[in-house]
């Protein structure tokens, strides 16, 4: 474990895919207290990030000391009158880092943090976590403005490929925990992978959160910005790049990402939602929309956002709309120029399209 200063803004939104893109993500906000996570996933896309690949001892946890910085940041994002959710977990383990903080600083993470959330009505906070390390999260009193969500997968899936962190029981039963005391929880079932059982391993899974009852549930499957460059880190690391192999060499229909094969994923999916209890919200996580079509979901929002009328999903909604009219315009001069045999006039609005079917 390491500390330091962070010099950086604390606050963050996620680049996201292209305005023009048809993946269904968006610039949602983070909060980066720490960096990097002492658990060893062989598919953590951190492994690539240029900061950790120059400094290696710091993907296992960094904790950031001036806490002051980042709770004057944060007073000063809750004032904003449009509605966010912040998310704790994108670039580290949201609850791992606790202890460390209560260490360092006098207090755990969750109590700096989770307080300012409690006192006002119009954002939430979410921490995304393999950790069980609820222990001082629980003492304090639950509020619907923070929720606890919790990455789990099949167990077959954690003991190849997680190493380091609880098992998904394990998980499950911190959820459950946290859900009996009165916060709302919810999951991301991700990355699904297609190896020799799992159809029985994800039923266990999905009937352990059914049990539960969180508010939503995304699901998502294995992918990588490069494939070659994630099972090289991970070879590097020590860690079983085995899970590679299930990746195909072409990136998805909107060059985001590499995958499981289209069709496998859609078995997946529709698999995961038909098990799934009718009162879950399901989602996918950094989905085309192709797949979301062919899986038969409509967008309900997803797991870093308030819901479905989050204003970061208008706020891309917008920014298409006004990239096509901007698009017409110049196909429309351009016509003029050279006549009927210019180009024809854009109507392209994937996304848009998507959110409005």
Known sequence: MKYGQRAS?????????GEDSSIVCFKFWQLVPAGGCPFRCAYCFLQTVPWFRFRPDELYGLVYTNVDDMLEELEEWLQDAVPKMLIVGELQDGLVFDTAFKKVTGKPLTHWIVPLFAAQKRHRLIFLTKSVEIQHAVKLEPTDRVVFSWSVNAEEVARRWEHGAPLPSERFAAAEQMKRAGWPIRFRLDPM???????????????KINSIGPEMVTIGSL?????KSLRTAAKANGRNDS????????????????????????????????????SITPALCKEDISLWKEVGLKFKGCHCLLGADDPVVFERKDKQDAARITANHQVTKIRARVGTKGPEVLHGRPFANYLED
Do not use: M
């Open 223 to 227: 992918r990588a910005t490069s494939g």
């Open 9 to 17: 803004s604390f606050i963050r939104r996620f680049s996201g895919p």
């Open 193 to 207: 992978i297609p190896y020799e059982d799992w159809q029985n391993g994800y039923a266990e899974a999905i009937d």
């Open 243 to 278: 899970i590679f192999d299930y990746l195909t060499e072409e990136k998805d229909p909107a060059g985001f990402k590499y995958r499981l094969p289209f069709e496998k994923q859609v078995e997946l999916f529709r698999f995961a939602v038909k098990k799934l209890k009718g």
